[in-house]
Nanobody, 127 residues
């Protein structure tokens, strides 16, 4: 049974930073692309960042480029999201997800391309 467990969310002031972690319990972690998504109240879930199964390719939403960094540690079956220069617009529930898809350099970017999802962790940025 696949399980993804996020941690690291919380309350932070605008301009601050957080580091989210997602530990995966799954076989063959290294063949999965990984993504971070977020959903704010009354909004649809959107992709924030993704990393290919090889770790050689990443994708970032325009709204987080230059502020967020996604990384993976296959030995720890963990994906991270370093979030800097946070604003109130970043307030949302953040979900990690795993996908058996994408290429060496290009991870999947659509919600429906992801096979497994975590339960989410709340990030609240106060202005």
């Amino acid at each position: 049974q696949v399980q993804l467990v996020e941690s690291g969310g919380g309350l932070v002031q605008a301009g601050g930073f957080l580091r989210l972690s997602c530990v995966a319990s799954m076989d063959s972690f290294n063949i999965y692309a990984l993504g971070w998504f977020r959903q704010a109240p009354a909004k649809e879930r959107e992709i924030v960042a993704a990393i290919s199964w090889s770790g050689s390719g990443t994708y970032y939403a325009d709204s987080v480029k230059g502020r967020f960094t996604i990384s993976r540690d296959n030995a720890k079956t963990t994906v991270y999201l370093q979030m800097n220069s946070l604003t109130s617009e970043d307030t949302a529930i953040y979900y990690c997800a795993a996908a058996r898809g994408g290429s060496y350099y290009y991870p999947p970017q659509k919600n429906y391309e992801y096979d497994y999802w975590g339960q989410g962790t709340q990030v609240t940025v106060s202005s």
